[in-house]
């Protein structure tokens, strides 16, 4: 299988126009013959928690048709960063698209203290299966905690997909963290990030690739849009940038 994370650049709230971004990356994976890609958090909107409450809304927004449309065509499996609203508040979350199957939206279960204000978190664990592959997902702060790795194997995951939106501390402590991950659980790494200005700080890409034995396989660079393909059968891994 060839699953693939792709690094944004979005535009603050402007939802149509990061549509448009995204499904350039997701043309360039399916040129390169990608089964899955994943977005970085909250890719949709940009990571900006001051404006969740006029950009939130939900997996079955008409606007999100032409990505189940795509993933129906190309037989490809799309996850993206959107707020969502629920009936006891708004959650951060990856809104999943497979091909002829019902949409289904991962939210983050675990929060930083930040983020309190203005979301509220996930109960639910997903475990996505991609040509006979376990994906289980991950949303930024949650993937630095062990218990949510954990949890996620014991729930049969063989991969790992994290969704940031990191500053370079951030990447930083993730470049020490996941190696970690990998090789305690035995299963590759994928991390999408975002480049440009998020809320009050700076993401600074870097978006990267760890084989389940901890070895960085390759990784983005901290300006460019583009994405990481990776094999997971021979561990190749390969970038691509717009």
Not at 11 to 36: C, E, P, R, V
Not at 199 to 204: G, P
Not at 226 to 232: C, K, Q, V
Request: aromatic letters at 8%; one cysteine or more; glycine letters at 6%.
């Amino acid at each position: 299988m060839k699953i693939s994370v792709a690094q944004t650049r979005p535009i603050k709230g402007n939802i149509s126009a990061n549509i448009d971004a995204h499904k350039k990356l997701i043309q360039l994976a399916i040129s390169n013959k990608a089964d899955a890609i994943f977005f970085p958090e909250l890719s949709i909107t940009g990571y900006e928690p001051e404006l969740v409450k006029d950009l939130a809304t939900n997996q079955d927004d008409p606007i999100f048709d032409d990505f189940q449309k795509i993933s129906d065509e190309n037989k490809i499996t799309i996850g993206i960063g959107v707020p969502t609203n629920t009936s006891l508040g708004i959650q951060i979350s990856m809104i999943i698209f497979q091909p002829n199957q019902a949409r289904q939206t991962y939210s983050k279960q675990k929060l930083h203290s930040d983020e309190f204000p203005y979301f509220i978190a996930g109960d639910k664990q997903i475990i996505l299966g991609v040509n006979n592959k376990n994906i289980g997902l991950s949303i930024c702060y949650e993937s630095m905690q062990f218990d949510h790795a954990e949890h996620a194997t014991s729930l049969g995951a063989d991969i790992y997909l994290v969704s940031v939106a990191k500053t370079q501390e951030g990447v930083n402590n993730a470049e020490s963290h996941y190696p970690l991950i990998a090789t305690k659980f035995g299963m590759p790494i994928l991390m999408s990030n975002c480049v440009g200005f998020c809320d009050n700080f700076e993401s600074v890409g870097q978006s990267a690739v760890w084989s389940k034995d901890g070895q960085l396989l390759n990784q983005l660079d901290d300006q460019l849009e583009g994405i990481l393909i990776f094999d997971t059968e021979s561990e190749e891994v390969i970038k691509q940038t717009l």
